[in-house]
């Protein structure tokens, strides 16, 4: 498996409040990802990072900054979570370009 | 606008049978394509990924087929076993943007 540690596993917080998640690798790979899964609409891409500082916006990143600093952690971040925002978040880490994406055990967060 | 379309959201199919899985996609920039499973609380796992220089490609009992002219692919299970059970989802990439984009899923069940 590849080494991808997520945390936190589980969170339950409230409307309003600030949330990191935070996903690291033992991989030493370039590029880093966060998914978010939800009924009916698959995985969604909500920021990319491809290399330390640099990173970019996916399809759903209102609402959400990233950063990465080292090349190990890519933080997700919600400024002030919302209902919305529950929701099953996925990091991804990849070598590189048309390579496979390999995927964390997922958080799951809940904002009531 | 849904760039990965997987129009059937479920599928049963009897042990032993072959299932079939199908993905559509609307960008043509789109030239590398994989096929993820996923079990409940666990993250996807890769399972076989195809170039658009190849119009197919096999690992043990799943095989995807590409066709570019219709922007369609299709993964097949032969022969499907009730381990298979799980949802598959299918991901693009275009080269150069480091962005995969995965599809809604499809959730397989394998009768005994």
């Known amino acids: 498996d590849a080494g991808i540690t997520q945390s936190p596993r589980h969170k339950v917080t409230e409307t309003g409040t600030p949330v990191t998640l935070r996903c690291h690798q033992t991989?030493?790979?370039?590029?880093m990802y966060w998914y978010r899964q939800d009924p009916g609409h698959g995985l969604r891409l909500i920021h990319y990072s491809y290399g330390v500082k640099d990173t970019d916006k996916g399809e759903v990143s209102d609402g959400y900054s990233v950063s990465r600093s080292k090349t190990e952690d890519f933080l997700l971040t919600l400024e002030s979570a919302t209902s919305s925002q529950t929701s099953v978040y996925f990091c991804?880490?990849?070598?590189?370009?048309?390579?496979?994406?390999?995927f964390g055990s997922g958080t799951q967060l809940s904002v009531l | 606008d849904q760039q990965v379309k997987q129009n059937s959201p479920s599928l049963s199919v009897q042990e032993g049978r072959i299932s079939i899985l199908n993905c559509d996609y609307t960008n043509s920039m789109f030239d590398y394509f994989l096929w993820y499973k996923k079990y409940p609380a666990e993250g996807p796992t890769f399972l076989i990924s195809i170039s658009s220089i190849k119009d197919k490609n096999e690992d043990g009992r799943f095989t995807v087929f590409l066709n570019k002219s219709a922007k369609h692919l299709s993964l097949h299970i032969v022969p499907s076993q009730p381990g298979d059970s799980a949802v598959y989802f299918c991901a693009a990439s275009a080269t150069g943007t480091y962005k995969y984009i995965f599809g809604t899923g499809t959730r397989l069940k394998v009768l005994a």
């Open positions: 991989e030493n790979h370039r590029y």
């Open positions: 991804a880490i990849s070598k590189g370009d048309n390579e496979k994406l390999f």
